[in-house]
């Protein structure tokens, strides 16, 4: 008889560790979808304000205040945070 309750309370362990590796993993997939998020969420801001960025800097090279070289570095800025963002938006599909 003692051996038939061993092997039960075994089982039951089992199942309980189980159930908790499950839930701790689906708990680690839902931040890691909330980071994800949040990641891209700044990453749209940030190519915003970089677009924003690269017009002034436009201004200012129609009006001889800055030079090629600045606007083609803002540009650099942009295309390499879009870059950035569509690697972001891919890993959440």
Not at 25 to 37: A, D, P
Not at 58 to 77: C, D
């Amino acid at each position: 008889m003692g051996l038939a309750k061993a092997k039960i309370y075994s089982k039951e362990n089992s199942r309980d560790l189980k159930e908790i590796q499950l839930r701790t993993k689906l708990e680690s997939e839902i931040n890691n979808f909330s980071n994800l998020n949040r990641q891209i969420s700044t990453y749209q801001q940030n190519v915003i304000n970089l677009e924003t960025l690269l017009q002034g800097e436009m201004r200012r090279f129609e009006i001889g205040e800055s030079s090629l070289f600045l606007v083609n570095a803002r540009e650099v800025s942009v295309f390499n945070s879009i870059l950035t963002l569509n690697e972001l938006i891919s890993k959440e599909k």
